[in-house]
T-cell receptor, first 118, second 111 residues
Framework: NAGVTQTPKFRILKIGQSMTLQCAQD?????MYWYRQDPGMGLKLIYY???????DKGEVPNGYNVSRSTTEDFPLRLELAAPSQTSVYFC?????????????????FGAGTRLSVL | GENVEQHPSTLSVQEGDSAVIKCTYS??????FPWYKQELGKRPQLIID?????GEKKDQRIAVTLNKTAKHFSLHITETQPEDSAVYFC??????????FGTGTKLQVIP
């Protein structure tokens, strides 16, 4: 298994350009997430998906769009790039384990995409 | 929604000493609390987690404690080593899908 694969690893955009960050997982996980991590800060949830065809906003969704047409893929779209979107973007996927009354939610992260908007 | 606070933001310890990182959460319905380690330039990786029906969990040099009444949980690393130097994130699960992360603690272990 490759796990969670993100492409590209690095990208520089000009203000107003658009791009799609790709994320794919081969672990048959239902749940997938996009986070951004600004320098020295924690992870903020942008969008998440609980399964193919279902997406929902996280904490900081403005300026982004997502789709989930298959279980494996969860691309993140930036339509009009702004300097405030300069960040490291992490995709993650997870599964729920039972084995009791409380399920876990173990998230596996991709290697990240470092994006600069100039 | 859930709010997770994490302290301290930076922590320096001598090699061999213990390190403790503390987190508080706001949503009493949260019942799953993972801890992630992120080395410089790398992805976050799960190191230990705890469910709310357990008060303490240990895995070799790492332990996590949970106080549901006070809504706080802590990570304890004993006999610290230089390779423990990293940023550590606590998190709390809200609902069935979303996990809310703390702001991170940069741990430096001084040889």
């Amino acid at each position: 298994n490759a796990g969670v694969t993100q492409t590209p690893k690095f990208r520089i955009l000009k203000i107003g350009q658009s791009m799609t960050l790709q994320c794919a997982q081969d672990m048959n996980h239902n749940y997938m997430y996009w986070y951004r991590q600004d320098p020295g800060m924690g992870l903020k949830l942008i969008y998440y998906s609980v399964g193919a065809g279902i997406t929902d906003k996280g904490e900081v969704p403005n300026g982004y769009n997502v789709s989930r047409s298959t279980t494996e893929d969860f691309p993140l779209r930036l339509e009009l790039a702004a300097p405030s979107q300069t960040s490291v973007y992490f995709c993650a996927s997870s599964y729920r384990t039972s084995g009791g009354t409380i399920a876990k939610n173990i998230q596996y992260f991709g290697a990240g995409t470092r994006l600069s908007v100039l | 929604g859930e709010n997770v606070e994490q302290h301290p933001s930076t922590l320096s310890v001598q090699e061999g000493d213990s390190a403790v990182i503390k987190c508080t959460y706001s949503d009493s319905a949260s019942n799953y609390f993972p801890w992630y380690k992120q080395e410089l330039g790398k992805r976050p990786q799960l190191i230990i987690d705890i469910r709310s029906n357990v008060g303490e969990k240990k895995d070799q040099r790492i332990a996590v404690t949970l106080n549901k009444t006070a809504k706080h949980f802590s990570l304890h690393i004993t006999e610290t080593q230089p390779e423990d130097s990293a940023v550590y994130f606590c998190a709390a699960r809200e609902g069935y899908q979303k996990v809310t992360f703390g702001t991170g603690t940069k741990l430096q272990v001084i040889p």
